[in-house]
């Protein structure tokens, strides 16, 4: 955590504003997971008003390296102190727009709640954190060609992903693993 030089004022208005700031209502279904949940909008049209009453505002900083998506959360103060909750890093399940816009949501929301201490989940005690993912069966000879067609190295590194993200036997794996050196190789790198 950041913060300014001074953080008297903030903290005072902070306590203030969480004596009033409640858990947000779960209006939204997960349906992958049967879980509710409150969706971003809901939780900052409820947050709003209550930190604008006591002189807090809340920013959001979205950054990535394409692989990866961070979100920071600065709470700032009428007076110039603020805090900043450093970056909570999420990786999109698929690297595409809606994946990584879906990731970005799902980073604002958690880093949001986590920065004012308010839930708005069902709490399953890290229930669905502590399984293994399921991984589906991947389609061994489409991989090969998509390798095999790529150009770049930036969806060569995609490719890699979502290549982890799939079931393999072990020769599979040894497949993918030659074919991938094989290609690093060709592009120079």
Request: proline share 3%.
């Amino acid at each position: 955590m950041n913060k300014s030089e001074s953080v008297t004022k903030i903290f005072a208005a902070l306590v203030k504003a969480q004596e009033e700031l409640k858990n947000s209502f779960k209006s939204a279904t997960n349906p992958h997971f049967k879980s509710k949940y409150s969706p971003l909008d809901e939780i900052i049209n409820g947050i709003k008003p209550v930190l604008a009453k006591h002189g807090l505002a809340i920013t959001q900083d979205v950054s990535g390296d394409g692989y990866r998506v961070t979100v920071s959360t600065l709470i700032m103060h009428e007076s110039g102190e603020w805090i900043e909750q450093t970056g909570l890093t999420i990786i999109p399940a698929k690297t595409d727009a809606q994946g990584t816009c879906g990731a970005v949501t799902y980073a604002r929301r958690y880093s949001l709640q986590a920065a004012l201490n308010i839930s708005s989940d069902d709490d399953d005690d890290g229930e669905h954190a502590s399984k293994p993912a399921e991984k589906t069966r991947g389609d061994f000879g489409s991989a090969i060609e998509a390798i095999d067609k790529t150009e770049s190295a930036d969806k060569l590194k995609n490719i890699e992903l979502a290549l982890n993200a799939r079931e393999w036997t072990a020769q599979e794996k040894i497949e993918l693993a030659k074919t991938i050196k094989n290609k690093r190789i060709k592009m120079g790198w």
